[in-house]
C-alpha cells in the first residue's frame, strides 16, 4: 500500500516498476489514498531517455535531427538520446524498452507526431520496459511542427529543440499513475431510428446487449422510409425496409422508444446515466394500458379515432402534401403501430375517446410527458439529415413556383403509397408532365455562402433513378439533368449511369442560373450555361426537380452537445479520426453510424452502422474500461475549505468535509474527469491535478522560457 | 473554400524571433492544430505549446508566471462556447482571461500580449490564422518590456 502512495521521484522508478508488474489493479485501488499525501515531484534525480523519430521523411526532411539530438543530449535531466526512422515500428518500440533497462530511465520523452495518435503507443513501449505507462511525454515535432514550417529548417529545428526541452521538462517531473477500471453497464443506446439506427440497435441486440433505440417521431424508419425506389438495384426501399423495422419492433433485447427525445446525458463510458423525455402521446401501448389495469386494452392501430377526430392537418411525412388529422400514424406501416394524438392541434372534443370504446380505452388527453432515466454503457448517434431549406436559393425559385419541387417531394409523388398513389403531376395543374428538368448540386457544392460547400454524394445517384422512373411511367416523357460532375462512385453505379444514357435521358453539363415561370401556363424556363457546347440555353419544362442539398438534422447539435461530441464546420459530427476512427467520437463510449457524420447512401450509413455497433459492443462484452487517470486531488495541508472548487466542478464531484475539526475539499474519483477546472482556480493551490499539476506546468514554461534552469 | 495556398512562411535574416507561449486544451485547439499539421497549413514557427486537458486548467498565475519568464506574447485557446469537452471550463477559463487582461492593463503591460481565442477540433486553418495574427501582433509590439526592463 505504502509503495503505491509515494509518488516522489526518488524511489520512483524501481518500487514502481514493481507495483504496476506485480499487481496494477490492486495499486489503482489504493492510488486515491494519494489524496492525504504530500506530492513532492523532484526533477533532482530524473534520467530521461529522449527518443527522436524522423518518420521517414516527415520530421527528417524539415529538420536537423542531429542538431536537435544534440541539444537533448545537453539537457541536464537527459540519461540517454536516440533517434530512429520510425518510432512506432517494432524495432523502434524495442528502442525504448531497451534504454530504460540499460541506463535505468525514470522517464520517457518521444519526439514524433502528435499525442492524439501515438501517445498510447509509446506508453505501452514504456510500460513493457518495466516503468510506469504515465511517466511518457510526447514532444509534437510532427504535426505541429515539420508539417507547419516546411520552408524554415532553422525555425522548425529550433522550435524540435525547445519542444524536446519543454517535454524534458514535465518528464522529470511525472508521477506514477494507475489508471482505474469501472465496470461497464451491459446496456447500449441508440439515437435516432433511421436505416442507420436500426442496423446499429439490431447488431447491439443480436450480439446480446439490451438496447434502447430511442426516436423522435412516433415511428422508426427514417428517411429511408419515405423513398421509393433505392439506386441502383431499384430495389423498393419500403420493401426491403420494413423487415428491418418490423425485427426492430420484435427483439426481445430492443426497448424502442419513439416519440421520445434525449433529454440529459451524464456519467462517463461504461456509465451513462441518461434521463429521456417521453413525449406525451395521448395514446396507450397495449403495454401501458395493462399496467393502468385495463387488460386487453391499448391502441391496436384499426384506426377508428382517426376517422372521427375533427382536426385537419398536413402530413409531415408526405412532406405537406396529405392531410392527417390530431391523431394520426404518418402511414399504414409505422412501427409501433400506435396512433399519436398532435397536442397542439388537438382540440379535446373526446370523439376518438368515444371511437376508441369502452373496451380499448386506449385514449388519454390529459397524457404528460414523462421522463425515464437509464443506465447504459455504450451509445450511438444516428440522428441523420434533413433537407437543405432550398427555397434559400431564391433563383430557382422553389416555393414560388408550383412547379418546382424537390427529389423528396419527387420521391413521395413517384411512390405508389405517396399522396398521388405513385402518378406523377404538377403540382399547378394536376397534369403528367412530360418534361422535366433535373438539376444537381442544388445548395451542394456551393461558395456562394447560401449552400453547402460539400458534396451530398447521394443526389447524382437519386437524379439518374429519377430519370429512369419517369421514362419507365411516363410514356413519351422526356428528362433533363443538369450536372457539373455525375457522381457515381459504387458498385454498379457507373454501369447504372451508362444505363440511364442508354435509356435517352438528356444530359446538360452546367450549372442553372435562373428558373422563369410562364404565369399562364405555369412552365418553367430553365437558364443555363451548356459548357460542354459552350453556349447559353434555355429549356421549357413542365417540372424541375431540385436535387436539395442535406443537412444535419435540426436536433443534431442539441444532441452532440449532451454527449460532448464536436461537429465539423459545416455541422456534421465529427469522428475520433477520418479515416482510422471514423464510427468513434472524442468522447469514450459514444459512436457515430450514418449521415450524422458526414453524407452517405443507404450501403454505406448500413456498413457505418454496422461498424459503430460492433465498436460499441466491444466495451459491454469486455465488461470494464479502464479511465485515465487525471483526477483532481486535494492537498489537505494547503486547503482553506473554500469550497470555491465544488461550485466550478461541472459534475459535482468535489465536495467539503469534515476532517481533523476543519473543512476540507474531497474528490469523488468516480465523477472526476479530468478537466482541472477546480484545479485552475483553487486559489490556495491545493488541488493536485495528475499528470497536468501546477510543478508540471510551470516547468515547462520555465523551460522554454528560461532555458530549461529552474 | 477555393483559397489559394498558403506562401510559405520565410523568416528575413536577423529578424527579432518573438517568444510565445501557447497553452491549448486537447480536445479542441491541439486536435485543431494537428489538423493544421495533416494539412500542410504553413505558419510562422514562434510559438510553443504546453497542452492542457481543458482551459479550464489554466491558473491565471501560469500566464503571469510566462511574462515574469520574459515571453512576448501568450496564447490561450480553447473549444468554442457550449463545445468544451468538460461542458464548461472554457467559460470559466474566459472570465479569468478578462482577469489577466485587466492585470496586465493595471501593471503597464500591454494587454495584446495575451489571446484568448476559441478554435475546434476541425478549424486547422484557423489554427494557423490565429498563431499568424498573433505573431504579427507580438512582431509589431516588439520584445516584452519586462525582458527589457531586467537587462
Known amino acids: 500500500m505504502a509503495a503505491a502512495k509515494k509518488t516522489t521521484k526518488k524511489e520512483a522508478a524501481p518500487k514502481a516498476a514493481k507495483v504496476a508488474k506485480e499487481a496494477p489493479a490492486q495499486a489503482a485501488e ?197 423513398l421509393d425506389k433505392t439506386f441502383p438495384t431499384l430495389d423498393c426501399s419500403q420493401c426491403i425496409l420494413t423487415p428491418k423495422m418490423v425485427d426492430v419492433g420484435r427483439s426481445p433485447n430492443i426497448e424502442l422508444m419513439t416519440y421520445s427525445d434525449v433529454e440529459s446525458v451524464e456519467g462517463y463510458i461504461g456509465n451513462f446515466d441518461v434521463t429521456i423525455r417521453k413525449k406525451a402521446r395521448g395514446v396507450l401501448t397495449p403495454k401501458e394500458a395493462e399496467a393502468r389495469g385495463i387488460v386487453g386494452g391499448g391502441c391496436n392501430g384499426c384506426g377508428d379515432c382517426d376517422a372521427v377526430c375533427p382536426v385537419v392537418k398536413p402530413n409531415p411525412f408526405e412532406l405537406g402534401m396529405k392531410p392527417r388529422k390530431a391523431i394520426y400514424i404518418y402511414h399504414p406501416q409505422v412501427v409501433p403501430l400506435i396512433y399519436t394524438i398532435d397536442f397542439e392541434s388537438c382540440v379535446k372534443c373526446g370523439l376518438c375517446v368515444t371511437a376508441c370504446g369502452p373496451e380499448k380505452r386506449a385514449i388519454d388527453l390529459e397524457s404528460q410527458d414523462e421522463l425515464i432515466k437509464v443506465k447504459v454503457g455504450t451509445a450511438i448517434l444516428a440522428t441523420g439529415y434533413d433537407i437543405f431549406p432550398i427555397e434559400n436559393k431564391e433563383e430557382w425559385g422553389y416555393k414560388r413556383y408550383d412547379n418546382v419541387i424537390t427529389s423528396l417531394e419527387f420521391e413521395r409523388l413517384i411512390c405508389a403509397s405517396g399522396p398521388t398513389g405513385g402518378h406523377l403531376i404538377r403540382p399547378s395543374d394536376g397534369e403528367t408532365p412530360k418534361k422535366i428538368a433535373f438539376i444537381l448540386c442544388a445548395g451542394s457544392r456551393d461558395n456562394t455562402g447560401i449552400g453547402k460547400p460539400y458534396c451530398s454524394r447521394f443526389c447524382c445517384m437519386y437524379s439518374l433513378k429519377h430519370a429512369h422512373q419517369i421514362t419507365e411511367k411516363i410514356p413519351g416523357a422526356q428528362a433533363y439533368i443538369f450536372y457539373m460532375d455525375i457522381r457515381s462512385f459504387g458498385k454498379m453505379y457507373e454501369e447504372f449511369y451508362y444505363r440511364i444514357q442508354d435509356e435517352g435521358t438528356k444530359f446538360i453539363r452546367g450549372r442553372v442560373s435562373n428558373i422563369q415561370e410562364d404565369p399562364k401556363t405555369k412552365n418553367l424556363y430553365v437558364m443555363a450555361d451548356d459548357t460542354l457546347l459552350d453556349r447559353p440555353m434555355k429549356l421549357e419544362a413542365d417540372l424541375v426537380v431540385l436535387a436539395a442539398a442535406i443537412q444535419p438534422s435540426a436536433d443534431t447539435n442539441r444532441t452532440r452537445k449532451l454527449f460532448g461530441v464536436s461537429c465539423s464546420m459545416d455541422g456534421w459530427l465529427l469522428e475520433a479520426h477520418p479515416k482510422l476512427n471514423p464510427c468513434g467520437t472524442t468522447t469514450a463510449g459514444v459512436f457515430l453510424a450514418g449521415v450524422c457524420q458526414g453524407p452517405k447512401d443507404i450501403p454505406d450509413t448500413v456498413a457505418s452502422a454496422e461498424g459503430a455497433a460492433s465498436a460499441a459492443s466491444i466495451p459491454i462484452h469486455m465488461g470494464e474500461v479502464e479511465l485515465e487517470p487525471y483526477f483532481a486531488m486535494c492537498i489537505e495541508e494547503k486547503c482553506a475549505g473554500c469550497g470555491m472548487c465544488v461550485n466550478l466542478c461541472p459534475y459535482s464531484a468535489l465536495s467539503l468535509v469534515e476532517k481533523d475539526g476543519r473543512k476540507v475539499m474531497q474528490v469523488t474519483e468516480a465523477k472526476c474527469k479530468g478537466c482541472g477546472t477546480c484545479g485552475g482556480f483553487c486559489p490556495g493551490g491545493a488541488i493536485w491535478m495528475q499528470h497536468f499539476a501546477t510543478p508540471q506546468i510551470v516547468a515547462q514554461i520555465d523551460a522554454f522560457l528560461l532555458g530549461g534552469e529552474q | 473554400m477555393s483559397a489559394p495556398p498558403e506562401n510559405p512562411i520565410v523568416r528575413k535574416p536577423g529578424e527579432w524571433q518573438p517568444k510565445i507561449l501557447g497553452i491549448i486544451c486537447n480536445w479542441c485547439s491541439y486536435a485543431g492544430a494537428d489538423l493544421a499539421g495533416g494539412g500542410r497549413i504553413q505558419y510562422p514557427p514562434d510559438i510553443r505549446i504546453v497542452r492542457v486537458m481543458c482551459t479550464g486548467r489554466i491558473d491565471m498565475l501560469f500566464i503571469m508566471k510566462a511574462f515574469a519568464d520574459g515571453a512576448d506574447g501568450v496564447l490561450v485557446s480553447g473549444c468554442h462556447f457550449g463545445d468544451c469537452h468538460y461542458l464548461e471550463g472554457n467559460y470559466k477559463a474566459a472570465k479569468r482571461m478578462f482577469m489577466v487582461k485587466s492585470l496586465m492593463k493595471n501593471m503597464g503591460l500591454e494587454d495584446k500580449r495575451f489571446r484568448m481565442t476559441f478554435v475546434s477540433a476541425s478549424e486547422g486553418a484557423k489554427w494557423a490564422v490565429v498563431v499568424k495574427d498573433v505573431v504579427d501582433t507580438i512582431k509589431s509590439l516588439g520584445p516584452s518590456p519586462i525582458t527589457e526592463f531586467s537587462k
Open chain 1, 30 to 226: 489504493k492510488a486515491p489514498q494519494a489524496s492525504s499525501q504530500q506530492h513532492t515531484v523532484s526533477a533532482k534525480d530524473a534520467r530521461i531517455g529522449v527518443f527522436i523519430c524522423h518518420c521517414g521523411t516527415n520530421i527528417a526532411g524539415s529538420m536537423d535531427i542531429e542538431a536537435v539530438q544534440n541539444y537533448a543530449k545537453s539537457l541536464k535531466e537527459v540519461a540517454y538520446v536516440d533517434n530512429y526512422q520510425y518510432m512506432c515500428s517494432t524495432p523502434g518500440q524495442k528502442k525504448i524498452d531497451d534504454a530504460i533497462k540499460d541506463h535505468k530511465l525514470t522517464g520517457i520523452v518521444v519526439a514524433a507526431c502528435t499525442p492524439r495518435l501515438h501517445e498510447p503507443t509509446f506508453r505501452t513501449a514504456t510500460k513493457e520496459g518495466g516503468l510506469n505507462p504515465f511517466r511518457f511525454e510526447m514532444a509534437n515535432i510532427r504535426d505541429q511542427n515539420s508539417w507547419v514550417h516546411m520552408h524554415d529548417r532553422e525555425g522548425s529545428t529550433e522550435k524540435a529543440k525547445d519542444a524536446v526541452r519543454i517535454a524534458v521538462a514535465k518528464a522529470a517531473l511525472l508521477e506514477d499513475l494507475f489508471p482505474k477500471s469501472v465496470p461497464v453497464e451491459k446496456t447500449a443506446m441508440v439515437v435516432g431510428a433511421g436505416v442507420a439506427g436500426m442496423q446499429a440497435a439490431l447488431d447491439l441486440a443480436a450480439a446480446g446487449i439490451k438496447t434502447y433505440l430511442i426516436e423522435k417521431s412516433p415511428t422508426i424508419g427514417g428517411r429511408m422510409s419515405q
